[in-house]
Every structure is written in structure tokens, then in C-alpha cells.
């Protein structure tokens, strides 16, 4: 990242390193029957309800939305985690696909579980399979450890070291999920990406990066991760609250701060940092952010810090406040649509 001479700044392209883009059209939805009570509760009144109302055409048009918003934040680079149980085959495709249209990087990945019974989870596992050893770039995706049987843990894990990838999933993010560190520490690896990690151990012997997600944590009440304390590699992810990784480094920060007066925005700064690790070629991507410094003691008490220019393998895909290569307005009518026949189905559920 670099200063300029005027009121601008430049840096590489910011990288999301946990996404659910399937959750881009789910503001404004039906509210559930009854009040979650409880993380559980949320899981399976709400996400879980929304996801089994996905069909590829939903699919599309909220991976192609949630795409242009992170372009529109300088982020180029999403790290998806998906789950259509009705919709399986093909869903990685069309969210590349919509990610690819729009212009930014997307690594994909397809959250296998038990919960929709032994097939289901065959047809998960297969969906990840068809989609890398296509081509594809991704990562084997587990919902996490409580909704899969170790075979099937075992299952995604083998497949993912065939194919020279790593696995995707959520690791104690909540109380059902304590002590998932115990199930697949013999099974975890570098490569893997560990996301919460809100009640794991400090010393919870898995390899791979935590990624960190402070707003939604916050907003499903299951507590602070506290990152700091993991001698793992930890990077930022917003679960699906948007692409703003500038916002959720600020989050990061001041959630930090709030249990910890010398905590320093630096800490947070890095783990930002650290999905170029994840999206190397992002780094080489160009922001061109309206602000006069961009780093992290600037950043953390500037509010609102937007790009004037996104650009992404030399091509520039945001300039003047509009994308260059796709039509915004298209984008948000389609999923204007999309959404009210997601709500539709919704209120039948």
C-alpha cells in the first residue's frame, strides 16, 4: 500500500476471505414465525430456511450483486462458502461465473453436511469434485464439524488433499459447535481456512488460518474470537454482511480495543492483509482509494473510505462511481425479482 502526493491513495485489491453470496438478497426478507433465541435457533429459523429456497437462477443473480458491492468497496476477491441443498449441481459454476462477469476473483466452495441425509451430502462432496477437477478454483467446503458425521469430515477432507486444495469450514462458531477442534485436528492441514473460531482453545492444535468475521459474531451473539491470541495465521471475512473490508477492519479494531486498551489497529491491519495471502494475484491488483493515506491508523478513524478507481489485471472495472463492464442497474432489477421470488418461497416454508 502506498501514499500519494495529493488526496489519494493506492493499494492492492482487498481480499474477502469468507463470503456467503447466496446471502446478498437476503436483506428484507420474511421474518421468521418465531424469534431465534438462540445461535441455533437463528441457524435453523433463518439460513437454513433460506438456503433450501435457492435455485440457480437466485443463485446468479445474488452472487452477480453481492460481486458488484465488493467492487464497489475494492474488493477483488471473494472466498465463497455455498450451500443450495435443492440447487446443488452447478452452483459453483454460476456463482464463478457471475463473479467473473462482473470482473473479480472468486474462490468457490460447496458447504457439505448430513443434514439433508446421506445423499445429500454425496451430492455436496461431488459438487466440489466436479467444480476443481473441472477447472475451477476453489477449496472443499464443510458446513461444520456438528452437522457432519467424521466419515463424512474424513470424506472432504481426502478429497480436498486430492485435489491439492484446501477445505473451507466453520469451526466453532457457536456452542453447538465446541470441541470441533477435537474431530478434525488429525485431519486439518496449512491450506485449511478455519472460520470463527470463536470457541476453540488457545492452544487448539489445528493447522490453517483463522478467519475472522467480528460483525457477525457480534450479531449472532456468540462472543468475541479474540484472534489475537491464535499463533495461526488469522485473516478477515465478513459471512456474508457484504465485501466492505475496510469496515470490517475498523470492526476488528474496536472490537479488539474494547477488551484490550492496548490492542493496535496494526494487529487488525494485518489480518486484512493476510487474504493476499490467500488471493495473491489481488496484491497486484490497483485501488485507487479517495483518502490521503492508506494504512492503518488513518483507516481506523476514517469512516466512508471509498475507491475512485478498482482496477483488476489491467482492465479498469470501477471509475466515476459506476462499474465499467457490467450494468448496474440490470444487476439490481434482476435482483430485485430474484429476491421477491426467494421471499415468496420463504413465506411457504
Not at 438456503?51 to 437466485?58: E, K, P, Q, R
Not at 457477525?216 to 465478513?238: D, E, I, K, Q, W
Not at 490467500?278 to 490521503?292: G, N, R, T
Not at 462499474?323 to 430485485?336: F, N
Request: with cysteine; charged share 20%.
Amino acid at each position: 500500500m502506498s501514499q500519494s502526493d495529493d488526496f489519494t491513495s493506492t493499494s492492492g485489491g482487498l481480499v474477502c476471505s469468507h463470503h456467503h453470496l447466496y446471502s446478498a438478497l437476503a436483506r428484507g426478507m420474511p421474518a421468521p414465525a418465531s424469534t431465534p433465541m438462540s445461535f441455533r435457533q437463528i441457524l435453523e429459523l433463518i439460513w437454513w430456511r433460506l438456503d433450501t429456497a435457492l435455485d440457480l437462477d437466485i443463485i446468479r443473480d445474488s452472487a452477480r450483486l453481492g460481486a458488484l458491492e465488493a467492487l464497489a468497496r475494492g474488493c477483488t476477491a471473494i472466498i465463497d462458502h455455498h450451500e443450495s441443498p435443492n440447487a446443488i449441481e452447478g452452483s459453483l459454476d454460476v456463482i464463478a461465473e457471475a463473479c467473473a462477469e462482473v470482473g473479480i476473483r472468486s474462490v468457490c466452495s460447496y458447504g457439505v453436511t448430513d443434514r439433508h441425509g446421506a445423499d445429500g451430502a454425496r451430492r455436496g462432496l461431488e459438487e466440489n469434485r466436479r467444480f476443481i477437477s473441472g477447472g475451477g478454483r476453489g477449496m472443499v467446503g464443510v458446513h461444520a464439524a456438528f452437522t457432519c458425521s467424521d466419515e463424512t469430515l474424513e470424506s472432504a477432507a481426502g478429497l480436498a488433499a486430492d485435489l491439492g486444495v484446501g477445505v473451507h469450514i466453520h469451526v466453532a462458531e457457536g456452542p453447538d459447535d465446541a470441541g470441533a477442534e477435537n474431530r478434525i485436528r488429525h485431519l486439518a492441514t496449512g491450506d485449511w481456512l478455519l472460520v470463527h473460531g470463536v470457541m476453540l482453545p488457545d492452544g487448539h492444535g489445528l493447522q490453517g488460518t483463522i478467519v475472522h468475521n467480528p460483525r457477525s459474531n457480534m450479531n449472532n451473539s456468540v462472543g468475541y474470537a479474540n484472534p489475537a491470541r491464535f499463533t495461526n495465521p488469522v485473516a478477515l471475512g465478513t459471512d456474508g454482511i457484504g465485501a466492505d473490508m475496510l469496515e470490517e477492519f475498523r470492526l476488528a479494531y474496536v472490537a479488539g480495543r474494547s477488551v484490550d486498551v492496548e490492542t493496535s489497529p496494526e494487529a487488525a491491519w494485518g489480518w486484512m492483509e493476510n487474504g493476499w495471502r490467500l488471493v495473491p494475484e489481488s496484491a497486484d491488483d490497483k485501488v485507487i482509494w479517495a483518502s490521503p493515506e492508506f494504512g492503518p491508523w488513518f483507516q481506523a478513524f476514517s469512516t466512508g473510505t471509498s475507491p475512485l478507481s478498482v482496477e483488476v489485471d489491467g482492465e479498469v472495472l470501477w471509475a466515476d462511481g459506476a462499474p465499467t463492464r457490467i450494468d448496474e442497474v440490470e444487476v439490481r432489477t434482476k435482483a430485485a425479482e430474484s429476491a421477491r421470488r426467494l421471499f415468496a418461497r420463504l413465506e411457504e416454508i
